[in-house]
């Protein structure tokens, strides 16, 4: 096990509940690595401290006037449901991540540098998009951006705090248009332009993570 | 006043002095009230509220770090959970749809840009905010909820659901609208920054 992955299992899992192999694995890791084990120490007394803060703290004045007043003429029958919406800027997000997946598809087609990242050569070729089930596609994709986040997350402390909230916020846009994607494939399965939609917005996301690697020094 | 010049909410688990008094009512009791809140009965309604509000509060604070924003969203969701009781059919425990509803209800205030955004100054002065009802007192705790406020805040949101509330990483992307790897980057994140607030 190396370092990057012990210190990737223990932020997923605090050395919580895990199987024997990847116990022993991470136990043998730490008894050889000194810096390792300190930051397993540290998440775990952090973990502790978290889970020992109180779960209730009182508001300082009575707010129940407040919601008592705002019971009347509202009734407690209406069922709960979810609209599914795509949020304001997905429309303009979608056709930029459309545009982008031409983009890195045609790159990809003629082998030309641009799209070195090794995650994406994965699956470079599966991109036949009708041809392939949503959930293998993004099986992969979620592979391949999880390694970038990680990868990001150890050093994005180099980068100042106002680029990091645009890389955020961009970020979470691009989660909810892979949200609102996904949800239209799964009501309409056998659409091949919303499947290529889900995909355009996994490409935009790893495109925005590669940004910020290359932001960081990363490579 | 301006915003930057209000203080950052920081819950003292110090404190003990509980200025809600809570009515309390067993679990049985709960599905009692549930059911008479359902057939709209206000009173049973406020037994509930008198239950979990403390609950509700700890959470609205922390994730808003506002003490007063934290009050408006407490009452939004116990007015939410009011017009949604017809929808809760006990599949799980009256609390964690409670919970849940809280939860939505901050974020999607978030969403609505309705929040500001302004970053406010952290002060020493955590007296207006001492209502934890559970009598423990260590520096440690002070510190490490004093730290929590200082973090970005999706970084801030996914540590107190994780962390503090127990969510696991599935359920934090699906509130947040987010992606599992995301909420464990925020984690990461989070643990990171606090490492480094704690060492100081």
Redesign the interface.
Known sequence: MTCSQCRKLL??TGGIDLDPAARAALEEHLTGCEECRRQAE??AA??R????????????????P???A??DG???????FRTWHFPRLTRPLAVAASLLAILVGTLSLLNLPGTGYAGLERFSGERTIGLITTTAMEKQY?GA??EL??A??EV??ALP?TT??VI?EN??LV??A??ASRTAVQKYPADIGLQAMLAAAWEQKIALLQQTARLTGLY | MNARNRQKAVPDPGKDEARTVSEPISDRDVREMVTRAQAGDHEAFESLYRKYVNRVYALCLRLTTDAREAERLTQDAFVQAWQKMGSFRGEAAFSTWLHRLAVNTVWQERRAGKRRRDRIMLTDDTAALSGSVEPRASETAIDLERAITTLPERARMVFVLHEIEGYRHEEIAEMMETSVGTSKAQLHRARSLLRKALEQ
């Open positions: 932020h997923e540290e998440i952090l973990t401290a978290a889970a020992e803060l109180p779960h209730q703290i009182a508001p300082q004045r009575d707010l129940w407040g919601i008592r705002r019971l509202v009734g407690t029958g209406e069922p709960e979620v951006t999880e986040i990680y990001v997350a994005r402390g705090e990091l909230a955020d970020l979470e989660d909810q892979i949200i």
